[in-house]
């Protein structure tokens, strides 16, 4: 496991110095390297660990340290991440193991004299009975007890009521679902569902979207033989909801805003089973790549993918039936499965909610008289979600609210909804519809 240890050390203290996107980072150097799967795994559970519980690892640090952790030595500070995560959350590794392996560590690096005092702040946190910080200030001591900057604390306890906030906090942590959506258009479910039982892959169907699984799994998704014969495609659940509030059918003429990857593009084709057309765009070519080879893996023929930016008008473009507007943004929602998002600064965030607007406004001008515009983003922040709507409504006095749909059971009759994660322990996500009237 020295191997495994030395290789998250490495990856953690290059996302500090260059901000690069974890599951990237990750999974390239996996490829690269030599080590066991058993390795790879301990790998893969320290490096998300450490950056999902950062927060409150340094936390930990500051009061143990007499040395700023902002000022240690960038890998002796990851080494100590990682060996607090292994004393606090990993059952697996004895408590003698965590902290020799951390100190022969530091002794490899180019500060092998802080390897005492690694060993002494180590100590003291078992000596201490591993407690967390306590803190005067309740938005503090969430923001310790679940890893979650102050700022984003407040900012859902503002926005949100407490439990809410409570319940995405607590599920902010942990590992996300593997759900995917069944391709019916060239073979029916239950073909597919014995497909899976034959690989030995269980899963649970969720009842409220009929073709939706979550995968219990080892391994990768795109190796097994229903992804290959394009049978099932990657998709949270809360992004399925999306796809379904459009209520394409078919011979509809769908635009899909901002499509790469192409996942709800494949769902609404699947809907529509194949019969239409559905105009998929992205402003970079090599995603609109991503949109055309899934779409040819899936079997869909009737999705038109190709580059064009969101907030600017597409001339020959023609009118839409259905137009789907999931605009960039945030992704607050989806911390579990992106853990470095929370660790951002809020002003990175500022200049958003404007752009969403543009692409927004954009979007309505393709939509035909008593056609549906849905709205949506994977983020839990009333600036980039209900604020961009009720300014869309004020502006445009053509479109109303529309109700969402039977598919959304108790809450069908609403024209918005934000999906917290604790609701079908999917990715937050927020979704508004509105049809045009004239």
């Not at 030995?200 to 009929?210: A, F, H, M």
């Given at each position: 496991m020295s191997n495994a240890r030395k290789l998250v050390v490495k990856?953690?203290?290059r996302m500090d110095e260059n901000n690069s996107y974890s599951n990237l980072l990750l999974s390239d150097a996996l490829k690269k390297s030599e080590l066991s799967s058993q390795d790879k795994k301990f790998a893969s559970a320290l490096f998300y660990g450490v950056i999902e519980r950062k927060y409150t690892l340094d936390e930990i640090i500051r009061k143990l340290s007499a040395i700023?952790?902002?000022?240690?030595?960038?890998?002796?500070?990851?080494?100590?991440r990682i060996a607090l995560y292994q004393l606090l959350y990993l059952d697996s590794v004895p408590d003698n193991a965590a902290v020799d392996e951390s100190v022969k560590l530091v002794k490899q690096t180019r500060n092998p004299t802080c390897s005492g005092y690694v060993n002494a702040i180590l100590r003291e946190f078992i000596r201490s009975g591993k407690k967390l910080p306590v803190k005067n200030c309740r938005t503090e001591q969430l923001a310790v007890d679940y890893s979650c900057p102050p700022w984003l604390v407040s900012k859902w306890l503002k926005e949100y009521s407490d439990s809410i906030c409570y319940d995405m906090l607590r599920t902010s942590l942990g590992q996300a679902p593997t759900s995917v959506r069944v391709n019916t258009v060239h073979a029916p479910l239950e073909d597919t569902l014995k497909m899976l039982d034959e690989e030995?892959?269980?899963?649970?169907?969720?009842?409220?979207?009929?073709n939706c699984l979550n995968l219990h799994m080892n391994g990768s998704v795109e190796n097994t033989k229903a992804y290959l014969c394009?049978?099932?495609h990657v998709q949270d659940i809360s992004s399925q909801f999306?796809?379904?509030?459009?209520?394409?059918?078919?011979?509809?003429i769908v635009l899909d805003m901002c499509a790469a990857p192409g996942g709800k593009t494949f769902t609404i084709a699947e809907y529509m089973n194949d019969k239409g057309t559905i105009y998929a765009f992205d402003l970079h070519e090599n995603r609109v790549k991503l949109i055309k080879s899934g779409a040819k893996r899936l079997g869909l023929e009737c999705i038109k993918a190709r580059t064009n930016d969101g907030k600017e008008h597409c001339k020959d473009m023609p009118k839409a039936d259905k137009v789907l507007c999931d605009v960039p943004c945030s992704g607050l929602g989806v911390i579990r499965r992106k853990p470095e998002i929370k660790y951002k600064d809020p002003s990175d965030f500022e200049r958003l909610p404007d752009?969403?607007?543009m692409i927004l406004d954009n979007a309505a001008s393709y939509v035909k008289r008593e056609g549906i515009l849905v709205y949506s983003t994977c983020t839990l922040s009333r600036a980039e979600n209900d604020k961009v709507v009720d300014s869309f409504l004020h502006h445009h006095p053509e479109f109303v609210g529309f109700r969402l749909g039977d598919g959304f059971g108790y809450?069908?009759?609403?024209?918005?909804?934000?999906?917290?994660?604790?609701v079908f322990n999917s990715d937050g996500f927020f979704i508004a519809k509105f049809r045009k009237i004239r």
């Open positions: 990856l953690l203290t700023k952790s902002h000022k240690l030595n960038p890998e002796v500070r990851n080494i100590i030995g892959i269980g899963y649970d169907r969720i009842k409220v979207l009929p394009g049978r099932i999306c796809a379904a509030a459009l209520e394409a059918k078919e011979n509809d752009i969403q607007y809450d069908r009759n609403k024209t918005r909804v934000t999906i917290t994660p604790g």
